[in-house]
């Protein structure tokens, strides 16, 4: 059986528990809107300034040392709670905590000064730690889930091995009543797990709060870098981003000789529907057109909005039979979806060109390169790359002149109507 004084061991425990609290707040400045830093800080100072207090208890009159540091040790689960609480973004039942924590004072009040009892003050101030801690533990196990750091769950390991040296303590009370509350492992256990659960708990805190600052960072980088990809009215990509896929897939489709096809639509009058039906109901067309596209297009293909009622839609490993196939497809569903045109009850329609990039004339262009695998596209891939668009464009011009809701294919340097041919 190992037998530690009071004034050794709670004092050594309360030092301890100050100076990692005079540690935190100096640091309190830079977490000041940190959630829950606040209260722990609080919770802690409390605990250790009931621990210090103890362990002068024989400077003090009779039963006052023990009365004011079983106060303060009695008050600081309750910010531990709301420390906890805060850190999770719950509500606690501080106000019932708070009740608890004033009933639980008044009663060891009672059996220090009026009553003495020590086994029973010990037993109450116990019982009143377990059901704090196992609030404790319950709201630190919910959180599991949503915060994926080592810190967290350091910080919950730490919460449960001081739960369970205090079962272990209350029950080996149970079994020794009159024994003194300094004596057994068990005491000797729960100071030093304390030591350590002050030693280390503002470090896993700050490294829960640090976690979160590092994820939220990289969710707002991730966010930032997804708007300056994505039209922000259609969801689908804009201008910026599909020039430069659309010079990657071409530096692709050189290396390997593969084909390459883009599609440019336009949709026809569209001016009309702001001029009739609003720019609002403008916009939710251009939505509506989106979605077909995006239906449209298969798990590789890229559509994009490159600006007003214009669109595209890159096509990697395609040639221009199948990318005139595709374009098609979209144009004949925009007409079919009935979206309103602005003119009587005439449909919305969409005219589209198609070019293609051969695998001939990509062998030619990595011929003439002279570091074909290189990683980004070179300046004559580039040149590819704005020739596939004037081509589509051409196209689309084609498709405009002849009548609108067509598509037209751009092959051998020339513009094929592919309604012509029907």
Do not use: C
Not at 49 to 63: I, K, M, N, R, S
Not at 246 to 252: L, N, P, S, T
Not at 281 to 310: I, K, P, W, Y
């Amino acid at each position: 059986m190992l037998t530690i004084s009071v004034p050794t061991l709670t004092l050594a425990t309360g030092v301890v528990g100050l100076s990692v609290t005079t540690v935190m707040a100096l640091l309190y400045s830079r977490h000041r809107d940190a959630t829950g830093y606040g209260a722990l800080l609080r919770a802690i100072a409390l605990h250790a300034f009931g621990l210090t207090v103890l362990g002068f208890e024989a400077w003090f009159p009779d039963g006052v040392g023990i009365a004011v540091a079983d106060a303060a040790m009695a008050i600081s689960p309750v910010f531990y709670v709301q420390a906890i609480a805060q850190l999770l973004q719950r509500r606690a039942p501080l106000r019932t905590l708070a009740l608890l924590a004033g009933l639980v004072i008044a009663a060891i009040m009672f059996v220090i000064f009026v009553q003495p009892s020590a086994s029973l003050r010990l037993t109450i101030l116990g019982t009143y730690f377990l059901v704090t801690q196992a609030i404790e533990v319950g709201m630190l196990a919910s959180g599991l889930r949503r915060e994926p750091s080592a810190a967290y769950r350091t910080l919950f390991g730490l919460v449960v091995a001081i739960t369970i040296t205090m079962i272990w303590r209350t029950l080996w009370f149970a079994a020794n009543a009159d024994a003194e509350h300094t004596e057994g492992t068990a005491s000797v256990v729960l100071f030093m797990t304390n030591m350590v659960f002050f030693a280390t708990t503002g470090l896993a805190w700050v490294g829960v709060l640090e976690d979160r600052y590092r994820r939220a960072s990289l969710l707002a980088n991730l966010e930032l870098s997804q708007l300056s990809r994505t039209d922000e009215l259609t969801g689908l990509a804009n201008r910026r981003h599909f020039d430069d896929v659309v010079a990657k897939e071409v530096a692709r489709s050189v290396r390997y000789g593969r084909p390459l096809t883009l599609i440019t639509l336009d949709l026809d009058h569209f001016k009309l529907v702001n001029d009739t039906l609003g720019h609002s109901e403008g916009d939710r067309v251009l939505r509506q057109v989106a979605e077909v596209l995006r239906s449209t297009g298969r798990a590789n293909d890229l559509a994009a909005r490159l600006g007003g009622e214009e669109f595209a839609m890159l096509l990697p490993e395609t040639d221009l039979v199948d990318g005139e196939r595709i374009a098609e497809r979209a144009r004949t569903r925009v007409r079919a979806t009935g979206i309103p045109s602005g003119h009587a009850d005439a449909p919305l329609t969409i005219s589209a060109g198609v070019a293609t990039l051969g695998p001939s004339s990509a062998a030619r262009a990595a011929a003439a390169d002279e570091a074909p695998t290189r990683p980004e596209p070179s300046e004559l891939e580039r040149s590819l790359a704005a020739a596939l668009a004037d081509d589509a464009d051409r196209a689309l011009y084609a498709a405009k002149r002849g009548g609108r809701d067509r598509t037209v294919v751009f092959e051998e340097g020339v513009a094929l109507d592919t309604a012509a041919e029907r």
